[in-house]
């Protein structure tokens, strides 16, 4: 009749640390099917390591450096995003409703004003700040705001008349325009007056 099995240094020390190095795999993990895993792939190493484990002055030190090592190639395989959920729009192939303006904007400027396009293009288009606009053509603050205003409100009308552009009421952005077979692009005379 055969005895209980016989320990040897492996399982020995197994025993001993396998709660503290389960622990430190969870904590880091945060999942305990993982770590449990992981602290199968570090008993299988200690296994197979065999007589060398029983040689070693510090198995608990051994176990821990395979648990960290086998940890850090398990975060350096994992995916580093997270799923989508399930009811996330998916994307459309419609540009969105500013993207169309890109073809109409230039002949709606070329349409404006000469004083009216060069203060929308320097200012709105190219970043020149107001202040440095009135002092560069001898106006006042006030008088290159003023001007600013009234030339983005044709600029608007000649996208709403001749784009279709339409603007959300609640926040005055760009919210849709007609398709491009139903509204032309080419200010006439009459709508740039």
């Not at 969870?26 to 570090?42: F, I, K, P, S, Y």
């Not at 009234?150 to 760009?174: H, I, K, N, Y």
Request: hydrophobic share 40%; aromatic share 4%; with cysteine.
């Amino acid at each position: 009749m055969a005895g209980p099995p016989t320990e040897t240094c492996v399982t020995r020390a197994w025993r001993v640390h396998q709660r503290e190095i389960e622990g430190y795999l969870r904590h880091r993990l945060g999942d305990g099917e993982q770590a449990a895993d992981l602290l199968q792939t570090v008993f299988l190493k200690a296994l197979h390591e065999g007589r060398r484990f029983c040689e070693l002055r510090e198995p608990r030190a051994w176990l821990f450096a395979v648990a960290r090592n086998a940890l850090a190639d398990h975060l350096r395989l994992r995916p580093h995003h997270e799923p989508l959920p399930d009811d996330i729009e998916a994307p459309t192939d419609e540009p969105a409703p500013v993207d169309t303006l890109a073809d109409c904007l230039p002949a709606a400027l070329a349409a404006l004003d000469p004083d009216d396009r060069d203060i929308l293009t320097q200012c709105d288009l190219q970043g020149m700040t107001q202040k440095d606009y009135a002092s560069r053509h001898g106006l006042s603050l006030a008088a290159a705001k003023s001007r600013v205003l009234r030339a983005r409100a044709r600029l608007r009308a000649l996208l709403v008349s001749t784009c279709g552009v339409r603007f959300d009421a609640a926040t005055g952005r760009v919210c849709c325009a007609l398709p491009p077979q139903t509204a032309t692009c080419r200010p006439s005379a009459r709508a740039a007056a």
